[in-house]
């Protein structure tokens, strides 16, 4: 199982950038997706998390509004979309997929998700 994250960079405060990760070696469409960043000296943190069916969603609050979680099942993929960045939301940002299926209510907790990406930087500048 891979999963492989793309669409960092570096772009202006108030840009937008959209994060992909692509999963290989296994379908994933039974499984929450979640979205997870961490900053030079702070704890890895869940920004957005989707479940199973996609109906059910989590944003961290200072995602509300401004990023937006998706999943292409057809794809075996989950994407980040994320606009008005601002400078603190300067991080590496991982992907990362639920360890069990089915999972009744979309978590946030980290040590729920099994699999994960090798990370992406997303740089603000101010």
């Known amino acids: 199982v891979q999963l492989v994250e793309s669409g960092g960079g570096l772009v202006q405060a108030g840009g937008s950038l959209t994060l992909s990760c692509h999963a290989s070696g296994r379908n994933f469409n039974n499984y929450s997706k979640g979205w997870f960043r961490q900053a030079p000296g702070k704890e890895r943190e869940c920004v957005a998390a989707?479940?199973?069916?996609?109906?059910?969603?989590y944003y961290t609050d200072s995602a509300k509004g401004r990023f937006t979680i998706s999943r292409d099942d057809a794809k075996n993929a989950v994407l980040l979309q994320m606009n008005n960045l601002k400078p603190e939301d300067t991080a590496v940002y991982y992907c990362?997929?639920?360890?069990?299926?089915?999972?009744?209510?979309?978590?946030?907790?980290?040590?729920?998700?099994?699999?994960w990406g090798q990370g992406t930087q997303v740089t603000v500048s101010s």
């Open positions: 990362a997929i639920d360890r069990i299926t089915f999972r009744s209510r979309v978590t946030e907790r980290e040590t729920e998700y099994s699999y």
């Open positions: 989707i479940d199973w069916s996609g109906e059910n969603i």
